[in-house]
C-alpha cells in the first residue's frame, strides 16, 4: 500500500477502537476485549508499516532532489528551537507543532531527556532576518558577529542523507559481477555467479555543549531564533562534515582519508610533481573503474599552488582557473588538513561525492540546562545539543587521495 492508503487505514482502524470503547465506556466484556485486541495487533503492524514507507519514501525524494512531505516540512517550519530551550527553562510544557513533532518521534520509538527537534533545521545555514519593529532598541540580535569558521563541504557536493534510521543499517553491495560468454555451436555455457557484499551504518554519537544568555533566550525576535539556529549548524555538522573527511573509525565514522591501502579502497594519486600531465592521471585512475568525478575538496595552501601552476609552460593558463580543474569544482575548506610533515605536505580529494551516505538517527536532541554552576552565576543557559548518525561509502574506488603536493 501507499503510505497515505497506510495512514487511512491506521485512522479507520483507530476511529473503530475508539468507537468500541466508547460502545462499552471502558468496560469491556470478553467478546469485546478479543475484538479490541485484533484491533490494537492491526493498528500497530500498520504503524510499522506506515513508519517503513514514510522512511521509503523520504530516501526516494532525497535521491531524486525532491522537497520532503509538505505535511512534515509545514510541520517542520513552525518548529522554534528557541521555544525548544525555553519550555525546559521554565518547566512548562511543549506546545503546537514543537508538541506535535516530539509526540510523533515517541510514537515511533525515540526517546530523549531533553527536546526533540527536526535534524533538517540544520542542515542548511539559517540566514539571519531583520524584524526592527520587534527588535528592542538597546539590542540587535540581527547584527550579532559570529565566528569566522570553517566551510562545510561534504553534504554540499552531494552525499546522501538517509534519515530517520532505527536499528543499524545494512545495504546490500554487489562485489563481482555475472559474466557474459560466447559460444561456438553447440557449445554450453558454463555459467557465473555474482557474489556480494555489504556495507553497515551504526550509530555514533556526536554532541557538544555551549552556553546562551537568557537575555538572548528573551529577545523575541524572528533574528535571534536564526542566530541560534546558525550556532547549533556550526557546533554540529562542522564535526559530522570533519568525519566524513578525517574520521578515526572508532568513535566517529571513518572518514575517506582512512579508507586506503586495501583493494577497492579509496585509490591513492600522485602530485609531488605538479602538472597537468599528474592532474590527468588523477582523472584516468577514476575513469577505469567507471567512476564520474563531482568535486575535488582541498585546502587553502593547494588552491594557491593550482593558481599559480601554468597548465603548459610559457603558454598562459593556470591549472586552476573559474574555480575548477578539468571543469570540476574546486572546493576549499580548513576542514581538510594539509598532511604533517617537515614540511607539511598538500592534500586533495577528488572523487564522486554523492557515493557518501550519512545515516541518521531520529532527530537532534536538545537539552537546556539553566543551573549549571558557571551558567547559573552569569544568568546563562547551558545548552547539550547532541546527534546520532553514521557515514558509509558506497564505492571507495570513486576517489583518488593525494598526500604529496608540495607546498
Given at each position: 500500500?501507499?503510505?497515505h ?18 460502545t462499552a ?6 467478546d469485546q ?5 485484533v484491533?490494537?495487533?492491526?493498528i500497530t503492524?500498520?504503524?510499522?508499516q506506515?513508519q ?5 519514501e523520504e ?9 520532503a512531505?509538505?505535511h ?15 519550555a ?8 503546537g507543532?514543537?508538541a506535535?513533532f516530539?509526540?510523533?518521534?515517541k ?6 531527556r ?8 540544520f542542515?542548511?545555514r ?7 519593529q ?10 550579532y ?6 566551510s562545510?563541504?561534504v ?28 559460444l ?5 555455457l ?21 552556553e ?14 536564526a ?33 586506503t591501502?586495501?583493494?577497492g579502497?579509496?585509490?591513492t ?15 584516468e585512475?577514476?575513469a ?35 574555480g575548477?580543474?578539468?571543469?570540476i ?9 594539509a ?5 607539511d ?11 557518501i ?6 532527530a537532534?536532541?536538545i537539552?537546556?540546562?539553566?543551573f ?22 558506497r564505492h ?12
Amino acid at each position: 500500500m501507499k503510505l497515505h492508503e497506510i495512514r487511512e487505514a491506521r485512522a479507520a482502524k483507530v476511529q473503530e477502537a475508539r468507537a468500541l470503547l466508547d460502545t462499552a465506556a471502558g468496560k469491556l466484556n470478553a467478546d469485546q476485549q478479543k475484538t479490541f485486541d485484533v484491533l490494537k495487533s492491526e493498528i500497530t503492524a500498520l504503524e510499522g508499516q506506515e513508519q517503513r514507507a514514510a522512511f521509503v519514501e523520504e530516501c526516494e525524494r532525497r535521491a531524486m532532489g525532491q522537497p520532503a512531505d509538505k505535511h512534515v516540512a509545514e510541520l517542520q517550519s513552525r518548529i522554534s528551537v528557541i521555544d525548544a530551550i525555553n519550555a525546559q527553562i521554565e518547566g512548562r510544557s511543549l506546545s503546537g507543532a514543537l508538541a506535535e513533532f516530539n509526540q510523533e518521534q515517541k510514537r515511533i520509538g525515540i526517546a530523549s531527556r531533553g527536546v526533540l527537534v527536526p535534524a533538517s533545521l540544520f542542515e542548511k545555514r539559517a540566514t539571519t532576518t531583520t524584524a526592527a519593529q520587534i527588535v528592542p532598541d538597546d539590542y540587535a540580535p540581527n547584527e550579532y558577529v559570529g565566528l569566522l569558521r570553517n566551510s562545510m563541504v561534504v553534504q554540499r557536493l552531494g552525499a546522501r542523507v538517509l534519515p530517520n534510521l532505527r536499528g543499524d543499517l545494512v545495504i546490500p553491495k554487489a562485489a563481482t559481477a555475472h559474466t557474459a560468454e560466447w559460444l561456438a555451436e553447440g557449445d554450453k555455457l558454463t555459467g557465473s555467479n555474482a557474489t556480494y557484499d555489504s556495507i553497515k551504518l551504526t550509530p555514533r554519537h556526536v554532541g557538544a555543549k555551549t552556553e546562551l544568555s537568557r537575555q538572548l533566550l528573551q529577545q523575541s525576535s524572528p533574528a535571534v531564533e536564526a542566530l541560534v539556529r546558525d550556532d547549533f549548524v556550526q557546533i554540529v555538522s562542522l564535526a559530522v562534515d570533519k568525519a566524513m573527511l578525517h574520521g578515526d573509525g572508532i568513535k566517529e565514522p571513518l572518514g575517506l582519508i582512512g579508507r586506503t591501502g586495501l583493494a577497492g579502497d579509496v585509490q591513492t594519486g600522485n602530485l609531488a610533481t605538479l602538472s597537468w600531465a599528474t592532474f590527468l592521471e588523477l582523472f584516468e585512475k577514476l575513469a577505469l573503474v567507471n567512476a564520474n568525478p563531482n568535486g575535488i575538496v582541498t585546502h587553502a595552501e593547494v588552491v594557491t599552488k593550482l593558481r599559480s601552476t601554468l597548465k603548459t609552460t610559457g603558454l598562459p593558463g593556470y591549472l586552476m582557473e573559474n574555480g575548477q580543474v578539468g571543469g570540476i569544482n574546486v572546493s576549499a575548506t580548513n576542514q581538510l588538513a594539509a598532511k604533517a610533515g617537515s614540511p607539511d605536505k598538500g592534500r586533495l580529494i577528488m572523487g564522486d561525492f554523492s557515493q557518501i551516505l550519512i545515516g541518521q538517527w531520529g532527530a537532534l536532541d536538545i537539552l537546556a540546562n539553566p543551573f549549571a554552576q558557571d551558567s547559573f552565576d552569569a544568568g546563562a543557559v547551558q545548552i547539550r545539543v547532541m546527534a546520532t548518525m553514521d557515514m558509509q561509502v558506497r564505492h571507495e574506488a570513486g576517489f583518488v587521495l593525494v598526500e604529496d603536493l608540495g607546498l
